[in-house]
């Protein structure tokens, strides 16, 4: 995975490092799962590189705007020890700005907003804040702590449920993380430290 792999096992070595200590986030997670740093450390990863890459602005039937957000990573419900974490290449774990695609209801012309930016919760895309919380979201659903977020666009107030009902519990400890200096994609530049592209 080049560099995209390694901002991977960076937030996953951050997403370790909360689970193996004596912390809220933690024992919210050992609720579902006692050894939940091992299961953790089992996991898999994939990159989708044929994901969506825009945010959907779309005008329903009576007028009215629903937003979504090229999505972020997907897993199993419930699943085993070594299941797999698809992150989308394209989505808010690595970019900042996508743009956004508008679709009216009015027969009118789509288009494209360059000036849409990615956010989980609070997060800018492509910060370590917004990897971590996108692995702990995503391991919430491997235990089983959250129900499953929807595809669609009418659902999609529940994946933002989920990752703010995770980060009741988890606040803190992603925000410890997210100040950690080191590797990191830096969403202004685009660059890595020292300079890689």
């Known amino acids: 995975m080049g560099e995209r792999g390694r901002i991977i096992m960076r937030a996953r070595g951050e997403v370790l490092e909360i689970l193996e200590g004596n912390n809220r986030c933690a024992a919210w997670f050992e609720k579902a799962e006692p050894d939940a740093a091992r299961k953790f450390r089992s996991l898999h990863y994939a ?10 602005k779309i005008q329903n039937a009576a007028g009215q705007w629903l937003y979504q957000q090229p999505y972020v990573a997907s897993s199993i419900e419930d699943a085993s020890a070594g299941s797999t974490i698809t992150i989308n290449a394209k989505g808010a774990f690595f970019q900042l700005r996508p743009g956004m695609h508008i679709e009216p209801n009015d027969g009118g012309p789509a288009g494209l907003n360059p000036y849409q ?69 830096n969403p202004a530049t685009r660059t890595f430290p020292g300079g890689k592209h």
Do not use: W
């Open 47 to 56: 990159l989708d590189e044929g994901g969506p890459q825009y945010s959907l």
């Open 117 to 185: 930016l990615l956010r989980i919760d609070h997060y800018l895309g492509g910060t370590l804040g917004a990897q971590v919380s996108a692995l702990l979201h995503e391991f919430s659903h491997v235990v089983g702590l959250l129900p499953p977020d929807g595809e669609d666009v009418s659902d999609r107030e529940l994946s933002t449920q989920n990752t703010q009902i995770m980060l009741q519990h988890c606040h803190a400890e992603v925000e410890t993380a997210a100040k950690h200096k080191g590797f990191n994609l």
